[in-house]
């Protein structure tokens, strides 16, 4: 069964650190582009960032860049997401997903683009 499974949200304070994990298991991650998404209640899914195949290229939304890192070990079959300074308004439930096709351009922001997704994990940044 191919699955991907998200760990490491949680509850941190505003100016504080985590480090998300997306992990594969019955399929090897190195064939597939990966993204993070996230969703908030009442919100669309955004898009924060994507990593290539090889971790050659990477992307990264405006709310995000300069605060998130992507990085993928394809040895581990895992891709993270570590998110620094982070704000009230980046709390959200967290989502990885990935993508077979070798295409880098506007369209991977789109979740229609993934075929696999994780369950989610919660991140509130809170007080």
């Known amino acids: 069964q191919l699955q991907l499974v998200e760990s490491g949200g949680g509850l941190v304070q505003p100016g504080g650190s985590l480090r998300l994990s997306c992990t594969a298991s019955?399929?090897?991650?190195?064939?597939?582009?990966i993204g993070w998404f996230r969703q908030a209640p009442g919100k669309e899914r955004e898009a924060l960032s994507c990593i290539s195949r090889t971790s050659a290229d990477t992307y990264y939304a405006d709310s995000v860049k300069g605060r998130f890192a992507i990085s993928r070990d394809n040895s581990k079959n895992t891709v993270y997401l570590q998110m620094n300074s982070l704000k009230p308004e980046d709390a959200a439930i967290y989502y990885c997903?990935?993508?077979?096709?070798?295409?880098?351009?506007?369209?991977?922001?789109?979740?229609?683009?993934?075929?696999?997704w994780g369950q989610g994990t919660q991140v509130t940044v809170s007080v």
């Open positions: 019955g399929f090897s991650l190195e064939s597939y582009a």
């Open positions: 997903a990935a993508r077979l096709s070798a295409y880098w351009g506007p369209l991977m922001v789109h979740h229609n683009q993934y075929a696999y």
